[in-house]
């Protein structure tokens, strides 16, 4: 396996559940590949916006804020934090990225 996404179609909008690139293949532009395709797909699809949720990066936890980077350097914007997210546990603040495919006004 080099990489996967999985992604939640709301009507105009998706969530990026989940996506990865195998450990072994990081840095090799294999996630901005995948990400650009999901986007160019969803895109194509209507879909209008995008978002993705991630570790907030005040939690101070490095792993996450490298995949919180690294999404905001693919165009998404940090819209919203959430603490506590429905589901988590609290003290686990929440980043809510959108990325708009398409002009929505």
């Known amino acids: 396996m080099t990489g996967f996404a999985v992604v939640e179609r709301r009507g105009e909008a998706a ?8 450990a072994g293949r990081r840095d090799h532009g294999i996630g901005t590949a995948l990400i650009e395709h999901v986007l160019d797909a969803l895109r194509d699809a209507g879909v209008r916006i995008a978002e993705v949720k991630t570790l907030d990066p005040a939690a101070g936890y490095p792993p996450y804020a490298a995949t919180y980077a690294f999404r905001k350097a693919r165009g998404f914007v940090h819209a919203d934090t959430i603490d506590p997210l429905p589901g988590w546990e609290p003290g686990n603040p929440r980043a809510l990225l959108i990325a708009a495919l398409t002009a929505t006004r």
């Open 15 to 22: 969530e990026i559940r989940w996506a990865a690139a195998a």
